[in-house]
């Protein structure tokens, strides 16, 4: 069965399994459900490199199985103080061992992308970047090639560095047609905002690249992740491997007061989450040895996205209803 062969019937059954499945999946309307141009109908190639601090993971598996975006893709890689890539994979691999044994469906198997951060070259020319040429990347070329079309591109939604998607630019330009980029990084700031920590600072290169060549979204909108599984909801996790893995994880939340890495898959896989959204420009360069990445300025005719309020309350509702409807479970 071809990936696109996938994408159908992952669709179908999404909706099927959804709770409700208010929004209609029609795969030729080209209107999108929310406020940016893509939606729960794209399907998705998850990438990040920690597995334990926040809940992206399974909002991942989850959406993919109720109504949600097909998730066609697990990027792993390691940077800042995820750096130990066995350590990331090993985690990524007991949640899609736990959703698969949940019953959950169309979970793809991680790709682990070893990748160094990309270093601007002496022209400043992005195209003159020596790529990595890394697992990861080559994984993004293949899956767009097979899924996207030009009314519903492949979204790569991410939830650390941006290497791996500017190395699959250098590999193949003409990806700028077939993707658009999502992720959670950075911080909104008096202008509009910058590419800086959380995940901009571990490849700023990387950052000046996809936000100048790709459609890009980034997801600045505050995300208390605390009040997804606090401890008096434990008791209401389902009894399956996905509800014991999600209460085992649960301790080692992080408590942030910058926007949790789940806010970009919930932009993308529940429109309703987006209630914000301003255009942004993207300066398209960095200087040599910069420590972040390039600012976004809003601009009303600016080429990319910036999220900058989200309803987290109707998120957390949404997740728990994933969780404990049992067609969720029953693909």
Request: hydrophobic content about 40%; some cysteine; proline content about 7%.
């Amino acid at each position: 069965m071809t990936l696109r062969s996938i994408l159908r019937v992952l669709t179908a059954a999404a909706c099927l399994g959804a709770s409700g499945c208010g929004q209609s999946l029609d795969a030729g309307t080209t209107r999108p459900h929310g406020l940016l141009p893509v939606d729960e109908r794209n399907p998705v190639i998850y990438m990040n490199d920690g597995w334990s601090d926040n809940w992206a993971g399974e909002y991942a598996v989850l959406l993919a199985n109720g109504g949600g975006p097909p998730l066609a893709g697990i990027i792993v890689n390691a940077a800042g103080i995820w750096s130990d890539i066995d350590a990331n994979v090993t985690g990524w691999r007991g949640l899609v061992a736990a959703a698969r044994d949940s019953g959950l469906t169309g979970i793809p198997d991680p790709t682990t992308s070893v990748s160094k951060k990309l270093v601007r070259p002496a022209s400043g020319v992005i195209e003159d970047t020596t790529p990595n040429r890394s697992d990861g990347a080559l994984l993004i070329k293949r899956v767009s090639a097979e899924l996207s079309q030009p009314y519903r591109p492949l979204v790569v939604v991410t939830g650390g560095r941006l290497t791996d998607v500017a190395d699959a630019y250098l590999i193949d330009p003409t990806l700028a047609e077939r993707i658009v980029v999502v992720s959670s990084l950075g911080t909104l700031s008096s202008t509009g905002a910058a590419m800086g920590i959380p995940n901009g600072e571990m490849d700023p290169w990387a950052d000046a690249i996809v936000s100048s060549r790709f459609r890009y979204v980034q997801v600045n909108a505050y995300y208390d992740q605390l009040t997804e599984v606090p401890d008096s909801r434990l008791g209401e996790l389902p009894s399956n491997p996905l509800g014991d893995w999600i209460a085992q994880k649960q301790p080692s939340i992080y408590d942030l007061d910058v926007a949790a890495d789940q806010v970009g898959i919930l932009a993308v896989g529940f429109p309703a989450f987006v209630t914000a959204v301003a255009r942004v420009s993207g300066e398209g360069t960095v200087a040599a040895g910069a420590t972040v990445g390039p600012d976004l300025t809003t601009s009303p005719q600016g080429p990319g996205w910036l999220v900058t309020e989200g309803a987290s309350a109707l998120a957390v509702g949404h997740f728990w209803e994933l969780l404990l409807d049992h067609r969720t479970y029953s693909h």
